[in-house]
């Protein structure tokens, strides 16, 4: 192996392989450095599939996490689109449409939004537990009906956008005002096979979709390698040092690596290379997986009260069908009785909802860890960062999975000045397979129908992305 390198990336998550993939295409030698021995098997796996084009942040009134969102869309068609497999298109009348690929990175089965009204019991002000809490229930009852028009005039912009125009949508989209707005994108929901009521509930289609991360990690490996970039999976990093002439990376087996430049995109294991002023959290989310599917949409139920919420994605591995279940819960991932209270408020929210649940042969419940900056306030921050944090040592955090793209675009940008290269070099599938493996949800679902076993333990394959704080939370199910 070449010991030195232009751009030395620490962590091959979604991130770092986002990075180090638009480097090494635009001709720089990159080396990605990864602890497992797969590329993308920790948060990057443990995400539920859904790919965020800013529809679920249409619902706030600051347009920062919108802008951010939609400009992800804008940079997939500007610097992706020569995968064959990115299947964003746009068609003749400017309009976005996703091309049907049986492996392509979306599948085009829009997200819809299950919208609690004001006469639902979320806004029941006859039933409160303190002051706070009657507050609270009054301030979004006054001015949740506000939120969701913006939600609805922004959807409207979004669908009614020229893509192919002067204007781009991710200055267009976020200022819809209320002359956007039109109730004909209000239907009732018609649901079999959940359990939330149709009089105190309305249905917007939404235009986020469900992707198959494993599809877009595959290409990337691809074009990495295709490019002449270097990967090395099981390789820690302990530490890194200003070196000659750029940095020198010490490896837990004792080699070093130098680079001009190093940019560490390891997750939650950044703050070995980030001081702490910088400001990043790491947060643990649980997912829910159940198969046979419990349901045969994707939706969210939408509602201002967090801890209500719920979502759910339907997958398929091996030609079988099954459900990833979130909501909005999430804790500190070092606080036990935390991460136990949010899979059993996960689990309580799921079996209310889901029938079918209680049937399920395969339940499972992991948590997925996302590294975020500290909000400014008490609102979460979902932006991507990217920061000089020493000589020629950067670090970098992509706020979601969706926002890799982004991240990697404008990281290439800031760090050469230059624009990326748009046109890619593909290896080969047999090439990228040894690097990439199927998301955790669907690695539960294989697993489990593979053993038999209706509730399997986090164990084997998909534990070995740092579970120990995971083997220590009781099963919500026993």
């Known amino acids: 192996m070449n010991e030195r390198f232009d751009f030395a990336v620490i962590g091959g998550g979604i991130a770092g392989l986002a990075v180090a993939e638009i480097f090494a295409r635009s001709g720089r030698g990159v080396l990605l450095l990864e602890r497992n021995a797969r590329l993308c098997q920790e948060a990057s796996a443990s995400q539920h599939g859904w790919f965020h084009m800013g529809s679920l942040y249409s619902i706030f009134l600051n347009n920062r996490f919108l802008r951010t969102m939609v400009g992800g869309v804008e940079d997939l068609r500007d610097y992706y689109s020569e995968f064959p497999d990115m ?74 956008h020229d893509w192919n125009g002067p204007v781009p949508a991710s200055r267009w ?104 002023a910088v400001g990043v959290r790491v947060v643990a989310s649980p997912l829910l997986v159940a198969y046979p599917a419990v349901a045969g949409q994707n939706f969210v139920r939408m509602t201002p009260f967090v801890e209500r919420t719920v979502n759910h994605l339907h997958h398929e591995v091996g030609g079988r069908r099954y459900s990833v279940i979130g909501g909005g819960y999430y804790a500190d991932p070092d ?26 042969e395969i339940k499972e419940i992991y948590m997925g860890y996302k590294t975020e900056l500290v909000p400014d306030r ?60 199927l998301e955790r949800h669907a690695r539960v679902v294989a697993r489990g129908v593979e053993r038999g076993t209706p509730t399997a333990p986090s164990t084997g394959s998909c534990a070995r992305a740092g579970e120990s704080v995971l083997d220590r939370v009781p099963d919500p199910f026993r």
Not at 125 to 150: C, H, P
Not at 236 to 246: D, H, L, M, Q, T
Request: glycine share 8%; proline share 4%.
């Open 87 to 160: 299947n964003i298109r746009i068609d003749a009348g400017g309009r976005l449409c996703f091309e049907p690929r049986a492996t392509g990175w979306f599948r085009d089965e829009p997200i819809e939004y299950i919208v609690a009204a004001r006469n639902d019991p979320d806004f029941d002000l006859a039933s409160f537990n303190g002051l706070r809490d009657y507050v609270k229930k009054l301030f979004f009852l006054m001015t949740w009906e506000m939120a969701i028009k913006q939600f609805i005039s922004r959807h409207r912009r979004f669908h009614r």
């Open 173 to 276: 989209i976020p200022r819809a005002g209320f002359a956007d707005y039109s109730r004909e994108v209000i239907t009732k929901p018609r649901f079999d096979d959940v359990d939330l009521d149709p009089d105190t509930h309305f249905r917007i289609v939404g235009y986020d979709r469900p992707m198959r991360a494993w599809a877009i990690v595959r290409d990337l490996v691809r074009s990495l390698i295709g490019s002449g970039g270097v990967i090395e999976t099981g390789a820690e990093v302990e530490r890194v040092e200003a070196g000659g002439r750029g940095a020198r990376l010490v490896l837990a087996d004792g080699r070093a690596v130098e680079a001009v430049r190093v940019i560490a995109a390891a997750g939650r294991w950044i703050a070995r290379f980030v001081p702490s």
């Open 335 to 360: 606080d036990r009785d935390a991460l136990h209270r949010v899979q059993h408020q996960l689990s309580a929210m799921a079996h209310k909802v889901f029938p079918r649940l209680r049937q399920a």
């Open 378 to 437: 008490g609102e979460r921050n979902y932006q991507y960062f990217i920061r000089e944090i020493g000589n020629n040592l950067y670090a970098v955090v992509p706020g979601k999975f969706s926002l890799a793209f982004s991240l990697a675009v404008n990281t290439y940008k800031r760090l050469t000045g230059k624009e990326p290269a748009r046109s890619v070099r593909l290896a080969t599938d047999r090439q990228a397979a040894e690097f990439v493996d």
